[in-house]
């Protein structure tokens, strides 16, 4: 069976002090690996998808990283505005296109 | 712009009552979902259709509908038999690849 996990549950950051969420996965074939942001009320906005051990994507003051058993979303001098909760997805490699999604991190950034 | 639609953004339903959960897309997706998201929980899938008139269960069907008519839209009703509706329900859609996944903003259901 498909698993995600997500680390921590919740984290709390100043303004400007860099920290990495972690992702940890255990699917059969993994045909992506899928991150995303939600905002309190909305739904999921897609971020980054990685594909393959050794790849990372950067959009802003976020960076992903993948292996072949996590993946990292580090946060560099993250604001206000980069608090929501993040989602990690993994797309397995058995025949399905849906994913299976981690519970999430929360992330609150005081100023 | 493309995008998928849901509505109604909140919606209460009273005990023992069916309710339908509108979901659209105009992106050509192939591919559309249910979600349900609890707190605490990661988003759990009821329903995914690959093609139209085609749909199959997925981790939590019990008590849910869907109907695929359209390749643009894919309703969910929630049935009396769900014991316990009030949740946020996602919809998705994705190309027939599973690549593209993209969300709605989602339907609050209350049950009064």
């Known amino acids: 069976e498909d698993q995600v996990t997500q680390s921590p549950e919740a984290l709390r950051l100043q303004e400007g002090e860099s920290s990495s969420l972690n992702c940890s996965y255990t699917?059969?074939?993994?045909?992506?690996l899928f991150w995303y942001r939600q905002d309190p009320g909305k739904g999921p906005e897609f971020l980054f998808t990685?594909?393959?051990a050794g790849e990372e994507k950067e959009k802003e003051r976020l960076k992903a990283t993948l292996t072949k058993k996590e993946s990292f979303l580090h946060i560099t001098a993250p604001k206000p505005e980069d608090s929501a909760t993040y989602l990690c997805?993994?797309?397995?490699?058995?025949?399905?296109?849906?994913?299976?999604f981690g519970k999430g991190t929360k992330l609150s950034v005081i100023p | 712009d493309g995008g998928i639609t849901q509505s109604p953004k909140y919606l209460f339903r009273k005990e023992g009552q069916n309710v339908t959960l509108s979901c659209e897309q105009n992106?050509?997706?192939?591919?559309m979902y249910w979600y349900r998201q609890d707190p605490g929980q990661g988003l759990r899938l009821i329903y995914y259709?690959?093609?139209?008139?085609?749909?199959q269960k997925g981790d939590i069907a019990e008590g849910y509908s869907v109907s695929r008519e359209k390749k643009e839209s894919f309703p969910l009703t929630v049935t009396s038999a769900q014991k316990n509706p009030t949740a946020f329900y996602l919809c998705?859609?994705?190309?027939?690849?599973?690549?593209?996944?993209?969300f709605g903003s989602g339907t609050r259901l209350t049950v009064v």
């Open positions: 998705a859609s994705s190309m027939r690849d599973g690549y593209g996944y993209t």
């Open positions: 259709s690959q093609i139209v008139n085609d749909f």
């Open positions: 990685l594909y393959s």
């Open positions: 997805a993994a797309r397995s490699g058995a025949g399905s296109y849906q994913l299976t």
């Open positions: 699917v059969s074939g993994l045909r992506g």
């Open positions: 992106l050509n997706h192939d591919a």
